[in-house]
């Protein structure tokens, strides 16, 4: 019945978005394009990396790092955006929030474009690891899930949780090493190897980049993701029935 | 077999006003001390309905009576599924299909086509039924090319034809019906009312809530009066819509 719904939804969104522009969603793919060889020139003279190592880096970097920030924000507002609709139809909630996952998972397949210009650019070859990226998309993918079930609980109920989150990703964007490296820093940092975003950055990065991710690191991520689904679940499960209340 | 059953059903808003809508609040008030923070919060609460029971069967055809603001609404969306009682059970056996404001949630950068598949998904129609509406629907709506473009350059009479079509295609165990089902252009009333009147004799468990005593008294055969939320009356149509005139002498006199 709903079953695919979200799918045809997070389509459509895209879809729209750009109905009347003539590169559609390649505008997101654009903009990050730019971003990639800007401030490619700028951090690798800064950080003292070769252009070869550091622009495919950081390509993908920021190409996760859009797929994170955008699960993040955007699940936020999950069911607030579809306030319309939940007080009108009985769906199953759960729509509006794998609808935004599928929409960024689909943002994210366009901006892959710009990971394989960088890698032919530059004539690297990822091997096989490369095969070990899905499974970190959907770690990232999974906890996208998770946020949902959190973040657009709580921003139902409480609305100053979307700014705050807005906040706290931009802040999140310079302690995670998205245009740095861990190996940049002199010294170990806490608020590195606490952030639970740099390890599900890495197990996507690493492979794309040819490099299979530790198991400690696989470990870590898989932990996080399951606590994230824990913690959704239960809220969701708890407060489903009161979001068509709040919105 | 469809049928609805309500037993004891609560429902209650919290009023969140602008400022305790706020985490802040709720984090300084836990943070001030349990005692002054439960008085503190003073959560405003409207009971929108109060144990509310009845039982509807196939071929039941309630009407929802009462005045603005009585609890119609909101006991529609119960039957809906949509809020979920405080207190108290729903019971729904069949394929629910609310019809409330049917001009809301269409997608207005969306085609007529891409409206009509969004709709249908949204009712719990398949894909291949969707398909196999689809033409009629559009028949229905004479909006022909019109179809192809996105539903932002209709007109409001355009639109409520879309959501009318698609929105009555369906054939549903319990048909929830709000009084904003109503038509716009003189012609179309016409055809929107035989299909009106379809889709309520195939459906199993009609509820219609409405302020208009000539259709509720056309489509429906009991009555469920609400008063200040709370069931003050529930029989046949005929002494329902007595009980409820009476009632509503002293404030409209004339009518």
Redesign the interface.
């Known amino acids: 019945m709903h079953s695919h719904l979200w799918l045809v939804l997070g389509w459509l969104e895209i879809k729209q978005r750009y109905r009347r522009s003539k590169i559609g969603p390649f505008w997101i793919t654009l903009s990050l394009g730019i971003m990639v060889a800007a401030s490619g020139f700028i951090y690798s003279r800064l950080l003292g990396s070769e252009l070869r190592d550091y622009l495919p880096s950081l390509a993908v970097g920021l190409i996760i790092w859009q797929l994170m920030s955008g699960l993040i924000n955007e699940e936020c507002g999950a069911f607030l955006a579809a306030e319309g609709i939940i007080k009108q139809i009985p769906a199953p909630l759960s729509v509006h929030i794998l609808r935004v996952v599928w929409k960024n998972l689909i943002i994210l397949a366009h901006n892959m474009i710009i990971y394989v210009i960088a890698m032919l650019f530059y004539f690297r070859n990822p091997g096989f690891a490369f095969f070990l990226a899905p499974f970190g998309v959907a770690l990232v993918a999974l906890n996208g899930l998770a946020c949902g079930m959190i973040l657009g609980v709580l921003s139902a109920r409480f609305r100053d949780i979307p700014p705050i989150i807005a906040n706290a990703v931009q802040l999140a964007f310079f302690i995670t090493p998205v245009l740095w490296k861990p190996e940049n820093l002199k010294t170990r940092l806490l608020i590195v190897e606490a952030n639970p975003l740099y390890y599900l950055l890495e197990v996507v990065r690493k492979p794309l980049l040819g490099e299979a991710p530790s198991l400690s690191f696989w470990a870590i991520a898989i932990g996080i993701t399951a606590v994230n689904l824990t913690l959704g679940f239960s809220l969701f499960a708890r407060f489903r029935g009161r979001i068509a209340y709040w919105v | 077999m469809p049928s609805i059953s309500l037993q004891h059903v609560d429902v209650s808003?919290?009023i969140y006003e602008g400022v305790q809508?706020?985490?802040?609040h709720?984090v300084m008030a836990t943070s001030t001390g349990g005692r002054i923070a439960s008085d503190s919060r003073h959560r405003v609460v409207v009971e929108a309905l109060k144990d509310v029971s009845f039982v509807a069967d196939r071929g039941d055809r309630l009407a929802l009576l009462g005045h603005n603001g009585a609890g119609k609404t909101t006991l529609l969306?119960v039957l809906?599924?949509?809020?979920?009682p405080i207190r108290g059970q729903v019971i729904a056996e069949g394929r629910?299909a609310?019809l409330?404001?049917i001009s809301?949630?269409m997608?207005l950068?969306?085609t007529g086509y891409?409206n009509i598949?969004?709709r249908g998904?949204?009712?719990?129609?398949?894909e291949a039924e969707i398909s196999a509406q689809t033409g009629e629907i559009a028949e229905f709506t004479e909006l022909g090319q019109f179809l192809h473009m996105?539903a932002r350059t209709y007109s409001l009479g355009m639109r409520t034809r879309l959501a009318f079509g698609v929105s009555t295609s369906i054939t549903p165990d319990i048909l929830l019906l709000d009084e904003g089902i109503g038509a716009v252009d003189a012609n179309f009333v016409e055809r929107a009312d035989a299909r009106l009147k379809a889709l309520i004799e195939r459906s199993g468990v009609m509820v219609l809530a409405s302020h208009s005593m000539s259709l509720l008294r056309r489509f429906c055969n009991k009555a469920l009066v609400l008063e200040h939320g709370a069931v003050s009356f529930i029989g046949s149509i005929d002494e329902a819509l007595g009980a409820y005139a009476s009632q509503r002498e002293p404030i409209t006199e004339k009518s």
């Open positions: 808003f919290p809508r706020s985490l802040r709720v969306r809906a599924g949509i809020y979920e629910v609310p409330f404001d809301l949630g997608d950068d969306a891409e598949r969004i998904l949204y009712l719990g129609m398949t996105p």
